[in-house]
């Protein structure tokens, strides 16, 4: 079974720290994926990569960014946490550009 | 731009009912149509995932059909239980490697 994990479920952060948010796939999966959900606006993508040390942003990439040094590691980055960030944030991953999406149990962040 | 919606928001059903859930899309080149389910805090599960040039998918009690013409999915779920209870999201795969989520339809099934 594909195993998408985020390193926390759970963070309560300050306004203007550095948060960063871990996502490991063990399939050797090529594509990684940031999402964050929110009530009544769904789920946006944030950044996604094809490859090691490739990123593009999606959607909503104003205030994060993003790091993919090593194949199974995707790693999302909020320079300055604001309020508005507050979210949960999903990790998701596939083999083929558009195949099955693998998504992980989710970081519950709140920025206070 | 693609568009998907999925009616009814929320769905309340006694166990054991057969039922239907629905998703729409505005434009009709996907290429695949995937759904998930999502329990509450949690992240999403894939379930069935559905190739543009396939009519259905079947895992289980869980049978998903597509119709590009129409633009519809359905998910059919047979003798439901209450550990079918969640939330239901589809979501469509353009063309231009665009995927879009639907809204979700909330699942209770009640003892």
């Known amino acids: 079974d594909v195993k998408v994990t985020q390193s926390s479920r759970y963070l309560v952060k300050r306004t203007g720290e550095k948060v960063f948010l871990e996502c490991v796939q063990d399939?050797?999966?090529?594509?990684m994926f940031w999402y964050r959900q929110d009530p009544g606006l769904g789920l946006r993508l944030i950044y996604f990569s094809y490859d090691v040390k490739m990123k593009e942003k999606g959607d909503i990439p104003e205030g994060y960014s993003v790091s993919r040094e090593k194949k199974e590691r995707f790693s999302l980055i909020l320079e300055s946490a604001s309020t508005n960030q507050t979210s949960m944030y999903l990790c998701?991953?596939?083999?083929?550009?558009?195949?099955?999406?693998?998504f992980g149990e989710g970081s519950r962040l709140t920025v206070l | 731009k693609q568009e998907v919606t999925q009616i009814p928001a929320a769905l309340s059903v006694p166990e054991g009912e057969n039922l239907v859930l629905n998703c729409s899309f505005t434009?009709?080149?996907?290429?695949?149509l995937q759904w998930f389910r999502q329990d509450p805090g949690k992240g999403l599960t894939s379930l069935l995932l559905?190739?543009?040039?396939?009519r259905e998918q079947t895992s289980g009690r869980l049978n998903a059909s597509l119709d590009k013409s129409s633009g519809r999915s359905t998910l059919y779920i047979a003798a439901s239980q209450p550990g079918d209870s969640a939330t239901y999201l589809c979501a469509v795969y353009n063309a231009g490697n665009m995927l879009t989520f639907g809204g979700g339809t909330r699942l209770m099934v009640k003892p």
């Open positions: 399939m050797d999966h090529e594509n």
């Open positions: 998701a991953s596939s083999f083929f550009r558009r195949g099955e999406l693998f």
């Open positions: 559905i190739q543009s040039s396939q």
């Open positions: 434009d009709s080149a996907i290429y695949n």
